[in-house]
């Protein structure tokens, strides 16, 4: 049972453009989400995040939106570089730290094209 | 300030054999969560400790172990690999014990024969 669904698994843009990738829950409980970013052998580091008590969150060309009712949050990045080909993860945590660490998403990789 | 290291960061073993992965934390951090990724199931996680006690855990079987030292360093073992153990095991940071905010390591790829 995926409580974090990301149902695009790959997502190819023109540079300059804007990416839009997509995140949906099924747990109410999720009250924090994050975003990451992990290229090729490395690990994911930590991209941009945003609590339920707000609704938009931004920093420079990344923006996250998140819609409680419809459980559904999605990540902006205005303008798509080449540097941001990478695999994003979405990920959610419930109160308290989350009794299973911070749920992820299968990940969705965005190629950026020139 | 150094980011999180893990060791080995490849290892090939055997179906059966055990297997020890290393995770040093940033330093001051107190909570160190492990996940495993796979191509088909993305990033899994296995647990969490925070100040030497496993706080919270992850479905995966028994066989899936880890502990937390002093100095907030953590291992984790993996006792009678399967084949399906195979996988890229990160090893993540925070301060406190929550699952915001995580600094992530770049991970031990096993692969087992």
């Known amino acids: 049972d995926q409580q974090v669904k990301q149902n695009s698994p790959s997502l190819s843009v023109q540079e300059g453009r804007i990416s839009i990738l997509n995140c949906d829950y099924t747990?109410?409980?999720?009250?924090?989400f994050l975003w990451y970013k992990k290229y090729p052998a490395e690990g994911p580091t930590f991209l941009i995040s945003i609590s339920s008590i707000k609704d938009k969150n931004e920093d420079g060309r990344f923006t996250v939106f998140l819609n409680k009712s419809a459980k559904h949050l999605s990540l902006h990045i205005v303008p798509s570089q080449p540097g941001d080909s990478a695999v994003y993860f979405c990920?959610?945590?419930?109160?308290?730290?989350?009794?299973?660490?911070?749920?992820f998403g299968k990940g969705t990789h965005l190629i950026i094209q020139p | 300030k150094a980011g999180v290291t893990q060791t080995p960061r490849y290892l090939i073993k055997t179906r059966g054999q055990q297997v020890t992965l290393s995770c040093s934390p940033i330093s001051g951090h107190r909570s160190v969560s492990w996940y495993q990724q796979t191509p088909g199931q993305g990033l899994q996680f296995l647990f969490e400790y925070f100040s030497e006690t496993q706080r919270n855990k992850g479905n995966f079987p028994g066989r899936f172990s880890g502990r937390q030292f002093s100095n907030s360093r953590s291992e984790m073992n993996v006792s009678t690999l399967e084949l399906g153990d195979s996988a890229l095991y990160l090893c993540?940071?925070?301060?406190?014990?929550?699952?915001?905010?995580?600094?992530f390591g770049p991970g031990t790829r096993l692969t087992v024969l």
């Open positions: 990920a959610a945590s419930d109160p308290g730290g989350g009794a299973d660490g911070l749920t």
């Open positions: 993540a940071s925070s301060f406190g014990p929550t699952g915001n905010e995580q600094f």
């Open positions: 747990n109410s409980m999720f009250d924090y």
